[in-house]
């Protein structure tokens, strides 16, 4: 690992085109500017981060179709083996009379 020091305004160059500019340092806070072909991809570490473990979670979860059985089971339990056939309703109240 290399370490260098820069002052707001100055630059370090990373092979023959990639440029890192500091364009301000505000206490802790320091603000860079990158310079880079398109097809280097520029990602914040903590966004790499995330994103893997974001993927290894959901790696470790069932695949949609199970998830879709398991959920066709309770909604099978939870509307009963024959809710909607004839006579199977209940009565309705008689008129005037609610509950």
Same mark, same amino acid.
């Given at each position: 690992?290399?370490?260098? &020091? #820069?002052?707001? $305004?100055?630059?370090?160059?990373? $092979?023959?085109?990639?440029?890192? &500019?500091?364009?301000s340092?505000? $206490?802790s #806070?320091? #603000?860079l500017a990158i310079? +880079?072909?398109?097809?280097v991809s520029i990602l914040r570490s903590e966004?790499?981060?995330?994103?893997?473990?974001?993927r290894d979670s959901a790696m470790e979860e069932a695949a949609p179709a199970e998830?879709?059985?398991l959920l066709g089971g309770v909604l099978d339990? #939870?509307?009963g083996?024959?809710?909607? +056939?004839?006579g199977t309703q209940a009565p309705a109240a008689p008129e005037g009379k609610e509950d």
């Amino acid at each position: 690992m290399l370490i260098l &020091q #820069r002052k707001a $305004g100055e630059s370090l160059l990373i $092979g023959e085109d990639i440029t890192v &500019q500091v364009v301000s340092v505000d $206490g802790s #806070r320091v #603000r860079l500017a990158i310079t +880079a072909p398109e097809d280097v991809s520029i990602l914040r570490s903590e966004l790499v981060t995330a994103t893997a473990a974001n993927r290894d979670s959901a790696m470790e979860e069932a695949a949609p179709a199970e998830l879709l059985d398991l959920l066709g089971g309770v909604l099978d339990r #939870r509307e009963g083996p024959d809710r909607d +056939a004839p006579g199977t309703q209940a009565p309705a109240a008689p008129e005037g009379k609610e509950d």
